[in-house]
């Protein structure tokens, strides 16, 4: 009897034992398999946008407007930027910048370089890098006829053959009111996205640059007294985007919201980036 009590005592136990023993089984094999399964990583987000202004012009203000620019890049859209002054003794040094840049802001007027300076230029630009040229950038790298000789280098194709415009003078005093309003046909443009009004007026005279590239996409026009011209328009250049406009009066920065947002919209336009809104 004793020997039977021990046997049924005995099974009793191991029934207990094995009642345990399969679902702990079951968690620790479980939890093996969820610790083998591949970790899903969260895609890094994009290192901030690099953006490097150069103003070089001494007619429009461009060192001050460009650097109030640089500042709202910075904290607003947390932007990384780099602003180059041009000086007449050294012209435009540390262009060395261009080899870090998501995108390239120009300012620049009737300036020929030393050659190191305007081969960083031609080396970035002909890499089809994003580029946002403003105003007198049209005639960036031409000096006036008749300019004394220079050592320097030009580049007064640069206006065709890269913005894809025909700069050849503008209205001057005679009527120094542009009204400005985007193009119908252009109206769901990103870089247009949120542009309000679609129409006002800029203090700067009209560029005279008709006939641009037939392949560009024309944004913005402008008239002045009888004159009309387009004054904001996308291209693309070796692959790469280009944005350009005639605009850039001081008004244009201090006055004008609509138009500081536009060039927001065109700097991350062509670096192909999401527009913040």
């Known amino acids: 009897m004793k020997h039977q009590g021990l046997i049924r005592q005995r099974s009793s136990r191991w029934k207990w034992l094995m009642g345990w023993f399969w679902p702990v089984v079951f968690i620790v094999l479980s939890m093996v398999g969820w610790a083998a399964e591949p970790v899903q990583n969260t895609p890094a987000k994009p290192a901030p946008p690099h953006v490097v202004l150069v103003a070089y012009e001494d007619e429009y203000e461009a060192a001050r407007t460009l650097r109030d620019f640089a500042r709202l890049l910075q904290q607003r859209y947390a932007c990384r930027t780099t602003l ?11 262009l060395d910048v261009l080899d870090q840049a998501d995108v390239l802001v120009l300012y620049v007027r009737r300036k020929a370089l030393p050659a190191e300076q305007l081969n960083r230029i031609r080396q970035y630009v002909e890499a089809g890098r994003p580029l946002v040229a403003l105003r007198t950038s049209s005639h960036a790298f031409a000096l006036r006829p008749g300019s004394p000789p220079t050592e ?5 194709e640069f206006d065709q053959q890269v913005l894809g415009g025909n700069y050849h003078g503008h209205t001057g005093k005679q009527y120094p009111i542009t009204e400005i309003w ?8 990103p870089i247009l996205a949120g542009i309000e009004p679609k129409k006002w007026r800029s203090n700067g005279s009209l560029y005279l640059v008709s006939p641009i590239d037939p392949k560009a996409v024309v944004l913005l026009w402008g008239q002045a007294g009888p004159h009309k011209e387009p004054v904001a328009w ?11 406009t005639s605009l850039g009066h001081p008004d244009d920065f201090d006055k004008c919201p609509q138009f500081v947002r536009l060039l927001v919209q065109a700097l991350f336009w062509t670096m192909n980036r999401p527009i913040p809104h």
């Open 84 to 94: 180059l002054v041009g000086e007449p003794e050294k012209d435009l040094p540390g």
């Open 234 to 244: 996308t291209r693309t250049y070796r692959g790469g985007r280009v944005f350009y």
């Open 182 to 189: 985007a193009a119908p046909e252009a109206q769901q443009h």
């Open 152 to 156: 320097k280098l030009q580049w007064p």
